[in-house]
Nanobody, 119 residues
Framework: QVQLVESGGGSVQSGGSLRLSCAASGSIFRSYAMGWYRQAPGKQRDFVATITSDSTIDYDDSVAGRFTISRDNAKNTVFLQMNTLRPEDTAVYYC?????????????WGPGTQVTVSS
């Protein structure tokens, strides 16, 4: 099992910045993808950004150029720097980790952290 602990959510005004962190612990394997989804009230959970163990990075078009995902491998931690925030970025942000255990891919999720952007 893998435990994910998120931090860094909060409330900001439009145009502001926040930095989310997600630390993984437990049964960590080296082949992985780690990143963020978000879910606004009444909507489905949507992809935000991901970074893989081979350094592949991908963003949803809605955040490309404003958000930056990075990682600290030594701490099994992924970060999401969110700049130029907009009210439509308001959501619960969920960290995830998919990793290959030698036989199959497993997926784990954090409890979520609230991001609120006011106009």
């Amino acid at each position: 099992q893998v435990q994910l602990v998120e931090s860094g959510g909060g409330s900001v005004q439009s145009g502001g910045s926040l930095r989310l962190s997600c630390a993984a612990s437990g049964s960590i394997f080296r082949s992985y993808a780690m990143g963020w989804y978000r879910q606004a009230p009444g909507k489905q959970r949507d992809f935000v950004a991901t970074i893989t163990s081979d350094s592949t990075i991908d963003y949803d078009d809605s955040v490309a150029g404003r958000f930056t995902i990075s990682r600290d491998n030594a701490k099994n931690t992924v970060f999401l720097q969110m700049n130029t925030l907009r009210p439509e970025d308001t959501a619960v942000y969920y960290c995830y980790r998919r990793q290959y255990n030698g036989q199959k891919w497993d997926e784990f999720w954090g409890p979520g952290t609230q991001v609120t952007v006011s106009s």
